[in-house]
């Protein structure tokens, strides 16, 4: 080894690690730590996620030269976390942030609206953002974001229960190049909220309405307006009839739905996603009586070439329901049970 051969094969290994082992990386030797911290490829990610003094450690790296291009930072469910030093972050280390692309805040329930204006205020290039099972922030939240920043793709507000269909409007209006959009469990959502989201994010491929059960068919007959889209959940859709889910069938896209406790389908729905999506390759009807081996056979005819995940667990009404019987009728399967 000389002391070319030796760098190179450290910059190569080290792209391999995560931000944690890197860091202790830099404490080996001075050598190590003036090579990797001239190498400013390995240092675009923050990563706190499940870490305690969250915050203290967000600012202290930031301050530090090599954090000056970050583009992604995580903190998910990290720990002391909180408005104060997103709002630091926005009057100290503002430049820092200009680059990021990726921000995730889940589970971080210290933030409110305020902590939001802070860390979107300097962060344009903001791509995909998650605040997920957030009961503080509302729709001003989601108006400091469209404001500040333009370019979102990637969007997830489940649990924000005080997000209401006027935060909804300001995305529909304002990211129309939406691809994935998480609403799980946002019950302040009505059917006029989803109508706006399926009017003007024609390129959404992901849409999660887990647990959205107050939507009734006016608001899923709409979804058939989003043509990209390639991947839909559904669970706990109470209000869904065979007529919603018939609407539903003209996303010729869809390879995945999740159709968990939809109580009121029936094989006329599932018969009619079979002829309309036949490239499915996940399917969850678990724990809907109104579906039959009908509903199998028709699936069956469409989509035994692609599907590899089917869950009718709980379906009394379907009687080929092992393992052998579903590998008759759907030769690819891998997965029998999505929910345990």
């Not at 202290?60 to 000056?68: F, N």
């Not at 902590?115 to 509302?138: A, E």
Request: glycine fraction near 4%.
């Amino acid at each position: 080894w000389n002391r070319e051969t030796a760098p190179s094969v450290m910059n190569v290994v080290s792209t391999r690690l995560r931000q944690r082992d890197l860091v202790s990386l830099l404490l080996v030797s001075k050598s190590i730590l003036r090579n990797l911290t001239s190498c400013p490829s390995l240092w675009l990610v923050l990563d706190f996620h499940e870490m305690n003094d969250a915050g203290d450690r967000l600012l202290a790296a930031l301050s530090l030269p090599r954090y000056q291009n970050v583009k992604q930072i995580n903190l998910e469910f990290a720990h002391d976390i909180e408005d104060s030093h997103l709002e630091i972050v926005k009057d100290k280390f503002g430049r820092s942030i200009e680059h990021l692309e990726v921000l995730n805040l889940n589970g971080c329930q210290k933030i409110s609206d305020v902590g939001i204006r802070s860390i979107t205020h300097n962060s344009p290039q903001l791509k995909c953002f998650s605040i997920y099972w957030n009961v503080r922030v509302s729709d001003v939240a989601i108006e400091n974001l469209v404001t500040n920043c333009k370019f979102i793709v990637d969007l997830n507000i489940s649990g924000c229960k005080k997000i209401t269909d006027e935060g909804l409007k300001l995305i529909a209006e304002n990211y129309r190049a939406l691809q994935l959009l998480n609403l799980t469990r946002c019950i302040k959502l009505t059917d006029e909220g989803l109508h706006m989201i399926s009017q003007k994010c024609s390129s959404l491929k992901s849409l999660n309405l887990y647990a959205l059960s107050s939507l009734t068919d006016a608001a899923y007959r709409n979804v058939a307006l989003l043509v990209n889209l390639q991947d839909l959940d559904l669970c706990g859709a109470q209000n869904l009839s065979d007529e919603g889910l018939s609407s539903i069938a003209k996303c010729k896209n869809l390879v995945a739905i999740n159709l968990t406790w939809c109580i009121r389908i029936t094989d006329r729905g599932v018969i009619a996603i079979a002829e309309g999506c036949r490239n499915l390759e996940f399917l969850s009807l678990f724990g809907i009586v109104g579906v039959t081996d009908a509903s199998l056979a028709a699936l069956s005819r469409s989509c035994s070439d692609t599907l590899t995940t089917l869950d009718v667990n709980g379906c009394i009404g379907v009687k080929r329901r092992d393992r052998g019987q579903l590998l008759e009728l759907f030769p690819k399967l891998k997965c029998f049970k999505v929910h345990s």
